[in-house]
């Protein structure tokens, strides 16, 4: 065979050779392509129905692209959108925050966002955040990447909590108000009553008192007039107490005070009703360097309440036990523990309220249902607080917290 013809034959093999390749890469070229058609087409896909609204803004403010919720948002289609600028949506009095956030974003080259109000075609507003990022195209000025949420509904729930914390502060200081002209009703209501009372009981004392002695018929009612207006008269104190403290003039002088000398001045004042009673008390042995803040005036009579009560309403030969303990760093916890009834959990949530004595007005205890109130009052007035835990059947705890002193300090 030739020279020329192995020549021809061997460029015809190559040629057919080449023409394959190119096939092959012809096919290759067109799966990619086709790859990314596809990928194009599910971001179009993901970008048009992504629940929130999306905006490709030029450097120009014009917007080049929008996506089907920003149109929704907006209220105008896709189409009319395009080459509007964005500003152009923006309520005024907002834009302002728009282009900070536009310049924040030129300076730090991060992501920013704020919240605004932009207007839909007909006008109407709606209330959006707004994120604002740049797309990296490598140039001075990139365009922007704009994320709108609706943030409508938000906003009205915030305006009316806002509303409604507004309306309960003024309901709170019309009720300030009204307990403060009851507290001074009462203080001048009681000062009116316990000028004449004093003096009625001061005439049937010199009666009682008096020569020749009354008659069996003129003491009994020299009695009643007596016990009838030391009644009154503890009510009237009570009520007067309750009404300062709530009206923020009590008196306290805080200072440290000795917790034994304050048991053992209580031991002594109320050995008569336990005698009569016969209720056994227990104390508990404290040393003389156990000291809380507190009023000592106020911290007696808030004691002389609780053990009183507990005796009063305990049953006949019962015992009360008086705890002290610490529940946290720097706090002291008084308890007094009766034998009595106990309390269900109805009575329980109503005792605390002024002349409430929950079912006792019947019976032969004497009280005026404040006495617990104001105690309750007096110790939070000393920073401190006070609670009950009860069980029908078993008995009653009342229980009592203050700060305990600082060692050589006292206010």
Known sequence: MSHGALTTEQLMHDLQVHQVELQLQNEELRRAQLALELSHARYFDLYDLAPVGYLTVAASGLIVEANLNAATLLGMARSALVKWPLSRFIVKAHQDSFYQCRRQLLETGQAQSCELQVLQGDGVTLWVRLIVSALQDGSDAPALRVVLTDISERKRLDEALRETNKNL?????????????????????????????NAILGFAQLMESGAPPPTPSQQASLDQILKGGWYLLDLINDILDLASIESGHAALNMEAVALDTVMRDCQTLIEPLTTARSVQVCFPALPTTCRVQADPTRLKQVLINLLSNAIKYNQVGGSVAVRCDSPAAGRLRISVRDSGPGLSTQKLAQLFQPFNRLGQEAGSTKGTGIGLVVSQRLIQSMGGEMGVESMEGVGSLFWFELKLAVAGKSD
């Open 169 to 197: 502060e003024l309901a709170k200081q019309q009720a300030d108000r009204a307990n403060l002209a009851k507290s001074e009703f009462l203080s001048s209501m009681s000062h009116e009553l316990r000028s004449p009372l």
